[in-house]
């Protein structure tokens, strides 16, 4: 039976680029979703069987849509990275020049990232918001009179797609910026240990324990564990109430990732285990002295000799 | 002179009404902006005097056009802070009914506030993104033909300043939703020290620092201090690299706060202090034993004694 | 067979007086050793089964003889411990008066515990080292003129066995003196877990280790366990080169404390394992929130689903 | 005015080696004490300028009577450190063999030390305790029948100052071992800073502070400072309530030994400030990054700017 992978669409999304780039998956069908929680929705429905979505960009930072989404509601988990650099275009219809553009249409993420460059070369330009930046050039290239731009910020890939003229290339204004996109898929048999994994987790704190953040972060620290994302999200119970989407170095089946899962499942209120997954640059761990599976295995067996058992 | 106060308009947001509660602000002039971004540059050209910005929502987290405008550029200040309840209601022209609502314009972040009432009640209805929730009722109100959308999400008084008519109010999915808004304006003299006092500081990490959060975060632990918000913001530099948004109890002018922020000027590369101010709460800050400012005189007069100096 | 019980004598010492105190000794042998090391030797060799041994004072703080005899050698371990009130009396030979006192024997540490009162009523008395307090008393008694002192400070029942006058009682200066003493025996079963338990071990730190004593410390606080006793003793090799004899509260087969012990065990270059034992006061530990045997396993147990093991 | 030293006599002990290393003192009087308590008694008296007393061996660890005599009465600060080799040597009457020893006379310390030696050499040989060292030697010399034993451990200068004979060099089981001593003054001027100085202090906690020592400890490591010797005293109060010697790099000059020292002023019932004052060993602090003294400066300034003041 063919794999379905559901993704951020539509066709000509970072999403979709992201997901091409996964290579199991181009044996499968691609299956474009209008949001984030819509193609999750699918996944936790059987539907699909996984789903490609952004999480992380190195300008925007956290993707709050997806990081909510996988917070609550059935378990989901991660299985696998993807990073995409991001780089934008302005387009437009043919025929249409850079003097003619009076508004310029596009997602407002991508806008926050071309906004210098709008500044400096289209200053009186306004913004049309749309709901991705594939969207905005489909409606660019099949709208009507009343879509309300002339130009569209975009992946060069979706300006292709539609026909579109490309007035200015790589207008993003952060060399390098990247999207790094996961792969979720239901709760399974784990991705294969690898040495270069990432473990990604979302914790509650207990409304009764001072020390609060710090407590969490010591679990870490205490096992040699290094932090590679920490974003706050508001629990959405009241102002001022949040929770940590974290990543860190390690799988679940290391014996430091174990135990400081443990711990942290006693001091949190929750711990939702969201995955443990092979890091896409495939950079090996470098584990602090005294944390490998070895330590804590002798560390085991005194115990044992020590309790006799 | 009359002081000019900007807010991120147009007129009926939500941060119009966090202005128009900031009493002292009646006796000045109000002007709106299109952008957070807008606002706070046209501050730092002293062409207003002081702005109303979002900076954090219980159920969408922080607001990151602010807490990045905040944290390049020439400095500057929060001298106050605002809370304001946040109700949605469906507006639409007159005469038209919740059935004939095929699509529906909102800002993404309302969008995201009422999606499980449009789940229920408009579940065919599709989404319109806009600039502001205002400038949704602006629309409909003022729009042609092609602005894309029959109803727009926003705040009662948008949809009573555009005569739209109410078709469903209180759509929030959570009761009880709060945005913050903090005033802003350049340095100058600090707002005076009340006991019930935050004060908001951006911290960049050295990469040369192992530890690096934890070691962050200690620095308000061994003096007792209580965060009360951290969000983690991209540096905009490289996938990973995060700088962090933190609030705290305490007044600048506070010994501990002062000995904190020197310690996180020491290990930090750059501390951004964004200004100490009173709670709108009013809610005095509960001093930890033993870090009151009598005691940290006491220590000082008798490190005093010690140096013979 | 008759359990052999060791203690550090001669007939006549506070350690007489504390194994007499354990009840479970009556039906045992008593045997005196002349020091707390040839106690610990007959007990390694299987000479005797057990011995009392002095381990702190609170006025003279731990006895090295003791820790270090511990600290190296074939393991032993502490299976109970006994509190003993320290009162001293001023003895003396029938017919001497206090005004014929010129010089004092007794034990440094018992000098140490009376030199106030001295200082006071026998100011230009001369001190006399001896080897235990009841050995002075003994001196006394069957000394003949050299034995060079006049009176002896010693338990009152060490006056009574040696027939000596008692000239001033409970001469101590510190009133509640009291000597802790623990009962020693080879590695076997463990004492039972009362749940009002202590374990005591004698940590050794490796030298390329960062933060030190802070980072052992941190095994206890991380998992809610409370130290009694710390006290640093040299590991003999160098100048500042110190280890660390530790009580804390609780037992081996507790979760809390087995994860502690394994994480010492991990970064410390030696962990040795000095016993866990029940309290004398029979204080039940006051075990932190989160931190009991429970919260472990629903962790471990939660761990377990999540490897899928 | 002649300089008065005191010392932990008579003459011969390792004290006055220590003393007669001082370069300065050989200027000035020396004056043997019977006790560490009488020397720095006489101190504060003003019966002399300086004493000079052992506070810490590599193999017997912290010497009690001075820690406790620092502890507590009116306040002295250690000035001055020296470190002596300890070298211990069997000494005897002229024509006593090692075969006629049978009984030996030294300090507790000194036998301790050598155990190890009279084990495999004069197994048979009964310990007789003496005041010190160079008493053992002097009480051989000058004795009678009575003083109860055929040979002293000693110094070798206390058994060529007593004209014995030496039977036995180099006793001591461990190879290296140094007793530290410092030199003790009333407070006045503080010596001058040299960059590589330690600080002394004593710490009481507060019964009502959780985390203890663990916060004490802190107080050190965030201000990147390397304690060099923790010895726990009991306060006498009861059984298990402990106090803190402690030693550490720096001068209480240096900014973060002030910071530091004002922490745990705050945190600590007391804290008895015992001096800052040049190491022997001339070893500079390394001192840790961004805690030197242009780091808190330019914190300072910082924070100076932020209050406007």
Redesign the interface.
């Given at each position: 039976m063919t794999t379905r992978y559901g993704y951020l669409g539509p066709e000509g999304t970072f999403t979709q680029m992201a997901l091409l780039s996964w290579t199991a998956s181009h044996e499968g069908e691609h299956v474009p979703f209008g949001s984030v929680?819509s193609a999750l929705d699918a996944l936790r429905r059987s539907e699909i069987d996984a789903a490609m979505v952004p999480i992380?960009?190195?300008?925007?930072?956290?993707v709050?849509?997806t990081l909510d989404a996988l917070a609550s509601g059935d378990p989901l988990v991660v299985i696998g990275e993807v990073?995409v650099p991001i780089t934008f275009v302005l387009a437009a219809r043919h025929g249409v020049q850079r003097a003619d553009v009076h508004a310029v249409g596009t997602h407002?993420h991508a806008w926050?990232q071309v906004?210098g460059w709008m500044d400096r070369h289209l200053p009186h330009a306004t913004?049309v918001?749309?709901?991705s930046t594939a969207a905005a050039a489909a409606g660019l290239a099949h709208g009507?009179?009343?879509?309300?731009y002339d130009a569209a910020v975009c992946a060069p890939v979706a300006a292709a797609n539609h026909g579109l003229e490309v007035l200015a290339e790589d207008i993003g204004d952060?060399a390098?910026?990247?999207t790094?996109f996961v792969l979720v898929a239901r709760p399974g048999?784990?991705p294969e240990r690898t040495g270069a994994d990432k473990t990604t987790v979302m914790l509650f704190q207990r409304d009764?324990r001072a020390?609060?953040?710090?407590e969490l972060?010591?679990?870490f620290?205490?096992r040699g564990i290094n932090?590679?994302?920490?974003?706050?999200?508001?629990t959405?119970?009241?102002?001022?109430?949040?929770c940590f989407s974290i990543d860190f170095e390690g799988h679940?089946?290391d014996e430091r990732v174990?135990?400081a899962?443990?711990?942290l499942?006693?001091?949190c209120a929750e711990?939702r285990?969201l995955g443990s997954y092979p890091r896409e640059d495939g950079a090996q761990t470098d584990v602090a002295?005294?944390?490998g599976d070895a330590?804590?295995s002798?560390?085991?067996d005194?115990?044992r000799s020590?309790?006799?058992t």
């Open positions: 929680d992380e960009n190195s300008v925007e930072g956290g709050s849509a990073n407002s926050a906004r913004y918001p749309t709901l009507e009179a009343g879509h309300g952060r390098g910026a990247v790094r048999e784990l009764d020390g609060g953040l710090l972060l010591e679990q620290s205490v932090m590679t994302r920490l974003e706050s999200r508001p959405k119970d009241f102002l001022g109430s949040y679940v089946l174990g135990e899962l443990m711990g499942k006693r001091v711990v285990f002295p005294l944390t330590d804590f002798a560390a085991r005194w115990l020590l309790r006799g």
